[in-house]
């Protein structure tokens, strides 16, 4: 029985992927451990979001510069609104609906979109926590070498692979490596959903004072998809994925050892799952357990694992709250005008 349950995680993981994700990261990571700077390991969140996109994207290094110029605006915007709650919540959707738009331009740019979005938020919150608006200016002075430089694995991987496929270097101010951005959306119905949806999550994140408010804001831009049926599955998988990876991280902070370089280990194995799970559910709930395990380590208590449960599914549901009341706004506006 373990065999086969084996190998069919086995089955499941993108190896190739796994492989190149984890040079991208090495870089960091290895600076981390000999410096014991954590604020390494939490640059490296903008190292896999560039990878993703460079990945799926198929952006040229041009392209992976201006993501990057695009993250550093979105997460100071936020970075520096965490103080002002009214202000949060409209940057927040602002952020949203900007990372949704750019997919009228293409299916491809989705990615790009979520991969700006959903690292800045999470950055910014975690960068404020546990210090006053007054430490935001020098706080931000100290975090921006260690941004930036996140940037550099994924640019050099990009320009190294782009001169050996073009065979020049004139390719290289190319946005996108072959100018095929997907199918255009019509995603007007998508934005008005995903605009409502960030702006009644970041209300009740800043009104409740929710711990890890980040999870419930991005679990409501993750469910709006502009279908039904799909936003459904959606929600279906992040809740499962929740609910079965949580109690999993749990249990396994009970047995591995508590200490800095397991910590960093599990960050680093979160991320991976980013990129490592060809089916969305397992992916989500290997990185709810990674997640899960390595706040108990640094000292959080089992409590965190409830919050995270709650916010994934209070997120989701906001989402898809507003996808259906939407889609009752339609089907009444055509049976009015028909």
Known sequence: MLHKM?????????????????????PLLAITLLTGDTNWLMASILTISLFITYER????????VCQALAFQLTFWALFF?????????????????AAVGV????????TLGNFTFIPALYLACESTSGIIPAQYPLHALVLLPFLITAILPV??????????????????????????????????????????????????????????GQWVIWSAVSIVTGDILTARKKLYQRGMGV??????????????????LIYEILTVSAMLTLVSFSHYML????????????LIVIGQTPDIAAERVFNVLLGGGIGLLFIFLLHI??????????
């Open 6 to 26: 084996l190998s069919l995680l086995t089955s499941e993981i993108d190896l190739q992927s796994l492989k190149r994700a984890s040079w991208m990261l090495a």
């Open 81 to 97: 609104s965490m103080s002002q709650p009214v202000i949060f919540v409209l940057a927040c959707t602002l952020a949203a609906a």
């Open 103 to 110: 997919s009228t331009y293409g299916d491809k740019l989705r």
């Open 283 to 294: 992916g989500f709930g290997a990185r709810c357990a990674c997640i899960t395990s390595a």
């Open 243 to 260: 609910l079965l990876g949580v109690p999993l991280g749990v249990i396994l902070s009970y047995i591995i050892p508590h200490n800095i």
């Open 329 to 338: 706004a339609i089907a009444v506006r055509n049976h009015i005008y028909k």
């Open 57 to 64: 994207s198929e952006l040229a290094p041009l392209g992976v």
């Open 155 to 212: 640019l050099v991987i990009s320009l190294v692979e782009h001169v050996k496929t073009n065979h020049g270097w004139h390719y290289v101010f190319r946005l996108h490596r072959t100018g095929d951005l997907g199918t255009r959306i019509a995603c007007g119905e998508t934005l008005v959903a995903v605009c409502l949806s960030v702006i009644l999550a970041a209300a009740l994140v800043e009104w409740r004072q929710l711990d890890y």
